[in-house]
């Protein structure tokens, strides 16, 4: 029996990989959600685009998303709303150090 969807044979282009990333990135934020409460994952406009941000034992995360997926967000159970403290001014590469803690639970 073959599967009702099987997996694509071409390459992804790189919008289909960050589109991938970013609705993986509102599903981590509606985890930590409902794993840590509302007031630990959320989303915020910064400029034109939104932000879904998270805050672990191991610290603050963000990452911008594409605007497309306003409707999404809308629809998700996380809240339009800014971290407590707003953002504390991770680079990237903090935050990814901060996420690779919070997986391994090194924190």
Not at 18 to 38: E, K, M, P, S, V
């Amino acid at each position: 029996m073959g599967a009702d969807n099987p997996p694509p044979t071409d390459e992804k282009s790189i919008d289909e990989v960050y589109h991938d990333r970013n609705l993986l990135a509102i599903a981590f934020a509606r985890a930590i959600r409902l794993t840590w409460g509302r007031e630990n994952a959320g989303w915020y406009w910064h400029g034109e685009w939104p932000v879904i941000w998270v805050d672990t034992p191991a610290g603050q995360k963000s990452w911008h998303v594409t605007p497309d997926l306003e409707d999404v967000l809308e629809r998700s159970s996380l809240q339009q709303t800014e971290p407590t403290g707003g953002y504390d001014g991770h680079s990237r590469t903090l935050k990814n150090c901060r996420l690779a803690r919070y997986i391994t639970g090194s924190y």
